[in-house]
């Protein structure tokens, strides 16, 4: 079965900068991946290509289709939430709901009335009238209302509290995901979404830094935290990147000889946030 | 069909101006009907007749109709840059729906959909203005107002005029939705800068008139298109009354010249250069997502 999203060589130039140098990823099926990397990495250049708001070189699949020729088609499959509040400002809540029905053949009014029915909006209310995180909220009814193949997220929790946030996240994954769906997601707050990851795709200067599965990640990484006398023989097995905390030194090792470091002190498998710090920061040095 | 119907009834929901202007000038000369001077002239002839109550009628659409021109003109240039100032082109744009298709229901909204909202605007507030006057008025004068002939002819000059303009004016219009797709700011200004800066650095450098001859001639050759020389005197009728000396057509028919506007080169180059802007505005609004 071919994947879901097939980026080859993506490049993509603003004038003389280049957001994304050639940047090759997979994303599979039934997946929730998580798009990572800094400000200005490229995440956003990537999801744009990938939706068909920009133009692009090098190859890149989406659903089958080529998203900048064929956006609307794609459209149908797939659907996005952008980084900022864009639902526009004289939408009412009962519009978007009968403009969202009328074009989109995937849109099933009773979830997104649903949806709603948790919070506090009413049907009249206009975009103006709302909160930043109510208009998160209904952009999000709206969205998860549509049964897409792929569904893209972009920051999509900026403005919620906390409370919000968590029960966005619970509903993502209890009532949204199955096996047919995808979801491809990019914060900065990667401690939230850490826990219902499938996969990482870290992106760094426009370059793919990581793309893996978490699974792999147990495999391919391991953190070892050793007291300060052992950090030299511990640096012998050739660690991508090491930091300093309480008392002891945390080395990182890509296909490490598990055996030799389970020696050397607490063994561990990286977290998603740790490995982002180290892969970064390796990279950056 | 379906979503074009969806999104030209967003331009309603979004630009509400287009409903509430006509209906306010419409409650104003309602209003004025009511409480105005309504005895004008005593008619004493059915030349009289058809001249004063051609001439009232003509006259409520024409209010209308220049006020819809403003409007549709303001919002031609303004409904692609809307979108991106807001930032809501990335929520149109995650659903289903071409650029091509947006395009052209903006486009159908400002020359079509608009226009036909003051036309039926028109009708009913002349048809309120018609019943008032003539309960109000004692003289002759609102039995003028009642002339299914009269009524037909201007109903036809007005969707003659929504068409023919259309067409026409299609340049124009693709420019201004090319400028809307295009700018970042100040779309007005960018909507007279450059065909102004050509008109100049051609007069300067090349002491040529080609710019300006082209706009004025598209500015001001609609009527001389669309319709039979006007000068031609034969289609044209005095009538006295009291003592002022009045010149109207004498139909409407003898003036429409849909086969001269229809075989008029101009009119096929027009089209083909409103189209070209408009397939411009169409793959700017496909790659400009910000300002």
């Keep these: ?285 | 069909m379906n979503n074009y119907s969806w999104l030209v009834r967003r331009e309603f929901w979004e630009n509400r101006a287009i409903w509430i202007v006509p209906a306010v000038i419409g409650a104003a000369l309602t209003l004025a009907a009511l409480f105005g001077r309504v005895d004008i002239a005593e008619l004493t002839s059915p030349e009289q007749n058809r001249v004063v109550g051609g001439m009232v009628l003509f006259a409520f659409g024409v209010a209308f109709f220049v006020v819809m021109n403003i409007y549709s003109t303001w919002y031609l240039l303004d409904c692609l840059y809307a979108d991106r100032k807001d930032r809501s082109v990335l929520f149109w744009k995650s659903l289903p729906i071409s650029d091509t298709a947006t395009v052209l229901a903006k486009l159908f909204t400002g020359l079509i959909a608009i226009p036909l909202v003051y036309f039926v605007a028109a009708d009913i507030s002349t048809l309120l203005m018609a019943f008032i006057v003539s309960v109000r008025a004692r003289s002759t004068f609102g039995g003028a107002l009642w002339q299914p002939d009269l009524w037909l002819q201007l109903q036809a000059l007005w969707l003659y005029l929504i068409v023919t303009m259309a067409i026409w004016y299609l340049p124009f219009a693709g420019w201004l939705v090319l400028v809307s797709a295009w700018a970042k700011r100040a779309v007005m200004l960018w909507s007279v800068l450059p065909p102004l800066a050509l008109y100049l650095l051609e007069r300067w450098f090349f002491g040529t008139h080609v710019t300006g001859t082209a706009l004025r001639d598209r500015a001001l050759g609609y009527i001389p298109t669309a319709f039979q020389d006007i000068t031609d005197r034969t289609a044209w009728v005095t009538t006295v009354i009291d003592r002022d000396t009045i010149t109207t057509p004498g139909s409407i028919w003898r003036l429409l010249d849909p086969l001269g506007f229809f075989s008029n080169p101009a009119t096929w180059l027009g089209l083909v250069v409103g189209v070209v802007f408009i397939l411009g505005a169409i793959q700017l609004r496909l790659r400009r997502t910000d300002l």
């Design chain 1, 1 to 285: 079965m071919p994947a879901l999203i097939e980026a080859r060589d993506l490049t993509k130039k603003y004038g003389k900068h280049t957001a994304l140098d050639h940047a090759n990823f997979a994303v599979e099926t039934g997946r929730i991946v998580g798009l990572i990397g800094p400000n200005g990495a490229g995440k956003t250049s990537a999801l744009r290509a990938i939706l068909g708001l920009t133009s692009y070189e090098g190859q890149l699949k989406v659903l089958d289709r080529e998203p900048f020729t064929h956006r609307a088609a794609l459209m149908n499959d797939a659907c996005f939430i952008a980084d900022v509040a864009v639902l526009p400002a004289w939408l009412r809540v009962d519009q978007a709901i009968d403009f969202v029905a009328g074009v989109h053949p995937r849109f099933r009014r009773d979830r997104a009335h649903a949806l709603l029915a948790k919070t506090q909006i009413t049907g009249k209310r206009r975009m103006r009238e709302l909160s930043k995180g109510m208009k998160t909220q209904v952009h999000l009814a709206l969205t998860m209302a549509i049964d897409a193949k792929l569904l893209v997220l972009d920051e999509p929790t900026l403005g919620l509290d906390i409370l919000a946030r968590r029960s966005f996240y619970d509903a993502l994954v209890n009532d949204y995901m199955d096996e047919t769906r995808t979801i491809l997601i990019t914060t900065h707050q990667v401690e939230e979404v850490e826990n219902l990851l499938t996969d990482v795709i870290f992106i760094d200067r426009g370059r793919i830094v990581l793309d893996c599965s978490l699974e792999d990640i147990a495999t391919r990484y391991a953190a070892v935290a050793v007291t300060e006398d052992r950090v030299a023989t511990a640096r012998a097995e050739k660690p991508f990147y090491e930091r300093r905390t309480l008392g002891k030194t945390v080395l990182y090792f890509e296909k490490p000889d598990v055996d030799k470091l389970r020696d050397l002190g607490d063994l561990s498998t990286p977290s998603v946030s740790d490995l982002f710090v180290a892969k970064l920061s390796a990279g950056a040095a």
